[in-house]
């Protein structure tokens, strides 16, 4: 009898644990020819398979959020080098591709110091782009803009405060808000994904 409660407990215990972290949407079969910072073709989401990946997406042009994301994903990062734990892809997305080319993208990371031995911007056609972003549920309509005299034009997007996590299999588990994320939060999280 105690056998049987010990692994009836064990079960439900487990079963409880892995619905923490629900299926929110799966890219399934879907594959989009992106390139990265460096101008290499790269496909998603099969760059997200294999290794929890935690993905983001912002703009370069973008004066508030996504700096705050993309300073977060570098903390989680930082997080998830303290606490040894491996196997873990970041991914930036750009949803601005007229402006935010490979070496906008790269010069992007540069700035900010960013440790690209696991992390890839990627950017595309604006109709992959579009496709991307609406499957992850993220919205990106751009907004007011600034024309200068020189013709030099600033415009910024309304979107979506989005950091994902992606399990090894390529489905999206988690979405949190990027620029406010709680890191504790996501590295247990991503602690339960890679257990």
Not at 148 to 166: A, E, N, P, S, V
């Amino acid at each position: 009898m105690k056998k049987i409660f010990a692994v009836s407990f064990l079960f439900l215990f487990y079963g409880a644990c892995k619905e923490k972290l629900p299926i929110v949407n799966d890219w399934g079969r879907t594959q989009y020819q992106l390139v990265d910072q460096n101008g290499k073709a790269k496909v998603f989401p099969d760059l997200a398979k294999e290794k929890t990946t935690i993905v983001g997406y912002i703009f370069t042009n973008c004066p508030d959020i996504c700096p705050l994301t993309t300073n977060n994903m570098r903390l989680i990062q930082e997080q998830l080098k303290k606490e040894n734990i491996v196997d873990v892809n970041f991914v930036s997305i750009t949803f601005d591709p007229e402006h935010d080319e490979p070496a906008v993208l790269r010069n992007f990371a540069e700035i900010r110091n960013l440790d690209l031995s696991n992390w890839t911007f990627l950017t595309g056609k604006r109709s992959t782009i579009d496709s991307i972003i609406q499957r992850a549920g993220v919205m990106a309509v751009v907004g007011d803009s600034t024309i200068f005299k020189d013709g030099r034009r600033i415009y910024y997007y309304i979107h979506t405060d989005r950091i994902q996590l992606i399990d090894s299999e390529g489905r999206i588990r988690k979405n949190y808000t990027g620029s406010k994320i709680n890191i504790d939060e996501i590295t247990l999280d991503i602690k339960e994904l890679t257990n």
